[in-house]
C-alpha cells in the first residue's frame, strides 16, 4: 500500500511521499489507473523536478482529483510472440524505442506472466500496446 499521509479536500487530495515511490505506482494506487502518471508529474513538477522517475521520500504532491473526471483514452493491443531469448527489456526496447518502458508491458500483462511464475517461454502470447500512450 502507498506510505502517504493523506488530506482530502473537496477537490483534491494532497499526499506527503513517506518513501521512494514511482509515479505509475502512486497513479495505480490513488486512481486505479497508471497511465495517469503523467498528470500527476504535469502538476507537481515544480516539486519533483525534471526526472520524474526521482520522487524523493516526503515529496508533496497534489493528486487534483477535480481534474480527471474526464474518460482517459482506452490503449489498444497487438500479440507479440515471445521468442527465445526475449525480456520485458528488450520487448519494450524494440517495440517502443525505450527499454525502460517495460513496466508498461509487464502491467498489461501480469495475470499472464505470474501465471507462469514470472517466466517467459518462447511461444508465450504477450499483448503490446499499439502505442505507449493512447493519451498522447
Do not use: C
Not at 30 to 37: A, M, N, Q, S, V
Amino acid at each position: 500500500a502507498l506510505q502517504a499521509l493523506k488530506a482530502d479536500t473537496s477537490e483534491n487530495t494532497e499526499i506527503i511521499n513517506s518513501r521512494l515511490e514511482a509515479l505509475v505506482k502512486i497513479a495505480k494506487e490513488e486512481y486505479g489507473d497508471f497511465r495517469l502518471w503523467k498528470h500527476i508529474y504535469a502538476w507537481n513538477k515544480d516539486e519533483i523536478g525534471d526526472n520524474p522517475n526521482m520522487i524523493y521520500p516526503y515529496t508533496f504532491l497534489n493528486l487534483q482529483r477535480e481534474r480527471l473526471k474526464a474518460k482517459t483514452a482506452e490503449p489498444t493491443f497487438t500479440e507479440y510472440t515471445v521468442q527465445s531469448g526475449d525480456n520485458l527489456w528488450n520487448i519494450a526496447g524494440k517495440r517502443y524505442g525505450d527499454a525502460k518502458s517495460w513496466i508498461i508491458v509487464l502491467m498489461d500483462n501480469e495475470k499472464t506472466i505470474k501465471a507462469s511464475a514470472g517466466v517467459l517461454s518462447p511461444g508465450m502470447t504477450l499483448r503490446l500496446r499499439e502505442i505507449l500512450d493512447p493519451n498522447a
